[in-house]
């Protein structure tokens, strides 16, 4: 079955992923590389619940960074503060995403359309207003984030953070892909389709639309939190500014620049923004508009995301494998 | 015996009574038609009955269960399904995939759980897939089954969304002007498809404009003007039934 090919298809493309820091060590450069290749999994692993949201259920979120922070904060606090194990911050930060989460979209995901997005922007934007002026966190300067360590595993360790935080973050990022795929080929990734085009036929259909909705809304924001509490040890300081609208921004163009309709989009997305601006350094003062351009022509010419340039490239090499 | 009987059903539309103490009933296993001039409010009270939008008083009670409690999701649980005038497929998904949403409410009920097994959702499917081909077939798409929903024709269309409506197995099916678009061969189609169901001892309830088509299927008409209930009983009744027909030309006076 398709699927069955799907999953093998990952399961190479993350083998790939994971040799890649084998092969780079030989370089000097190779820890620069890794350390972009981190925050790219960490993006990923955000991407890939939003993508859900966007691009299965077809509800919006321009607020996904409060999430992030929320996920960033309780890690602080559960370290910093409270002096416990990393692990129980990540898990608090999962209770609370799936607290607030709950709470925030049996309200808001009745709206639609352009007033989802105001109304999820504005959650992500009070909750970074929140940080920012909650003295505790130390507001706006920031506060420094112990190491992660778990069990005595310290990933902060100099000699190996960034092999430690790079397979960290790739492989929560595949746990995150094959329960995505699992769920999206299941009758609830054939309900969440439905419920997108027309949820009073979905709900006919004996679809419980709200809550399907707010499951994968949850789903999302846990992901995000948990993407957030490892950015957090990893940058070992956070400050309000790195979950601002900004990153909400970006996790959406991740999403929709990768494509839509393929859970695998998100981390084709993830990659794409962040590696351009490393690459268009040499543009300068320029840089802002190259990088714009490049954006605005890549949804022109393949709005349903690259994913499908990269699906179409693959297609016709099977095909030329099968010829011969 | 009556299956689903509707008491004194209100709905207004800010001041404009659509339904105005409407009654009437449907008999299991029958075919019951639900007619009346454009306007007369007849998918006001398909929408009523599936819960889409709220009535204002009265009571529909099906199975001894009062729908107007129930919340639109669960009457597919309780046995009722149901089409739309407008035909609602989902063009995101193949059609072999629009149909299986017609049994999403025979699958698991947990959500979390289809997140970490992939098994349940292989083996849900591989049962659903096989009903949902059965019933394909049953509608006359035998031949589509491996086909887009933008490669169908309208007609066939309807009949996928009938198929749809088919694969919970559901006791009550409330079809919505499914003759709406059709040429007169597809219409012909449609009442076999209709009878075959009915042979399936399900009960139908049938708006429709298409008149040759309602005198021949059905058990029962129900007739509505503005509202209100008209007039019932069999086809050859509503034939001679001088209110329908002046309902449905115009008085004599006025011409």
Redesign the interface.
Known sequence: MS?YREKKGLLFFFLIIGLIPLFLNKFQAGGYYIGVLTPIGLYSLAAVGLNLLIGFAGQISLGHAGFMSIGAYSSVYVCAKLGYPAIYGIALSIIINCILAYLISKPILKLKGHYLAMATLGVGVIINIVFREFMYFGGGEGISVPDLKIFSFNFNDYKIKEIAYFYLAWSLTLASLV??I??I????G??L??L???E??A???????S??KT?IFV?SAVLAGISGSITAHYNSYILPSTFDLHTSIKLVSMVILGGV?DVKGAILGAFIITILPELLGKFDEYEGLVYGGIIIAALIFFPNGLISLIKKINAKILKLFKKK | MELLSIDKLTKTFGGIGAVKNFSFSADSNRITALIGPNGAGKTTVFNLISRIIKADSGSIIYNNINLLNQKPHRLMQLGISRTFQNVVLFDNMPLIDNIMIGGHIKCHPGIIKYLFSFSLSWKEDKILREKSEYFLEFAGLKDKINSSIAELAFGQQRLAEIARALVSEPDFILLDEPAAGLNPKETEQLGELLCKIKALQKTILIVEHDMNLVMNISDKIVVMNFGEFLAEGKPADILANKDVISAYLGDDELC
């Open positions: 699927l329960l995505s699992n769920f080929n299941s009758k609830a054939r309900a389709r439905a997108h085009l027309n009073i036929a709900a006919a259909l004996g679809i419980n639309v809550s399907y499951f789903y309709m």
